[in-house]
């Protein structure tokens, strides 16, 4: 099992979810953060001064899915969030060793 992080822009979240959904893709987990990465952020005037606003607003997507899956499912991701822009996001693949449904004991990929 795999577990798939990804850091995406918030515009793109019902894509990303409508397109996981679609390619059997179930539960995840989805969280405001913000940060910076190639961006920088941007700067802005307000009533007269300049502001730099350098962590900007974004969403992680987080999924655990079977090994054999996991390659569709980084796909999937990729295609609904890109835009073609700076800012489009992360991908980040994390092994999973165990999991565990606290509800039935079920463990591994029968967890899922």
Same mark, same amino acid.
């Given at each position: ?7 995406? +822009?918030?515009? =793109? ?9 679609? @390619? !059997? ?7 405001? #953060?913000? !940060?910076?990465?190639?961006?920088? /952020? *941007?700067?802005? +005037? ?6 730099? #606003?350098?962590?900007?607003? =974004?969403?992680?997507?987080?999924? $655990?899915?079977?090994?054999? =899956? @996991?390659? !569709? ?8 969030? +890109?835009? /073609?822009? $700076? /800012?489009?996001? =992360?991908? *980040?693949v994390i092994p999973v060793a165990d999991a565990m449904r606290? +509800?039935t004991g079920e463990r591994g990929a029968d967890a899922l």
């Amino acid at each position: 099992m795999v577990r798939i992080e990804a850091v995406i +822009r918030p515009s =793109k979240l019902d894509d990303v979810r409508q397109a996981l959904s679609e @390619a !059997g893709v179930v539960g995840m987990s989805v969280a405001d #953060i913000r !940060g910076c990465g190639r961006q920088r /952020g *941007f700067t802005e +005037r307000y009533r007269g001064s300049e502001y730099t #606003i350098n962590l900007l607003h =974004k969403v992680r997507v987080e999924v $655990v899915v079977p090994d054999d =899956k @996991a390659e !569709g499912a980084i796909e999937t991701i990729a295609a609904a969030a +890109r835009t /073609g822009e $700076v /800012g489009d996001g =992360k991908i *980040f693949v994390i092994p999973v060793a165990d999991a565990m449904r606290i +509800r039935t004991g079920e463990r591994g990929a029968d967890a899922l």
